[in-house]
């Protein structure tokens, strides 16, 4: 651990080449204080840090599903799939160690409002 330790303090992670690698840590260093299968979580998370890309076919079925059950018209299908689209960029550029320029609070309470929505739909 302490050569592992002093070869990562050695590493600039500023630059934003490497800057997934700093958040894959980050991800991995959750995992170990998380509990059961949210350690799962953190551990893939990090995974898709390091190594994962982003692909437009999730988002698309993920959009489409939370706006059948969100949206009550079609205009309100259309603007719930717009909104989750973005918010699954930014989730995106987080996970996979992209630079989050365009993150606010209103998404985090947005994200939060459509998984709950989402749950109590169900």
């Given at each position: 651990m ?10 600039d ?8 690698l700093d958040i ?13 299968l949210?350690q799962l ?19 698309e ?6 706006a ?5 018209s ?25 630079p ?12 939060r409002?459509?998984a ?5 739909g169900?």
């Amino acid at each position: 651990m302490e050569r592992t330790t002093a070869l990562f303090e050695d590493l600039d992670f500023s630059e934003r080449e490497w800057r997934f690698l700093d958040i894959g840590i980050g991800y991995l260093t959750k995992a170990f204080f998380a509990d059961g299968l949210e350690q799962l979580l953190w551990h893939i998370t990090a995974f898709e840090a390091l190594f994962g890309e982003s692909n437009r076919g999730v988002t698309e079925r993920l959009a489409r599903r939370l706006a059948a059950i969100l949206g009550g018209s079609e205009e309100q299908r259309k603007d719930v799939k717009k909104r989750f689209e973005q918010l699954y960029r930014i989730r995106s550029k987080l996970v996979h160690g992209a630079p989050l320029e365009d993150a606010y609070v209103g998404h985090l309470r947005e994200a939060r409002s459509f998984a709950r929505q989402a749950c109590f739909g169900f």
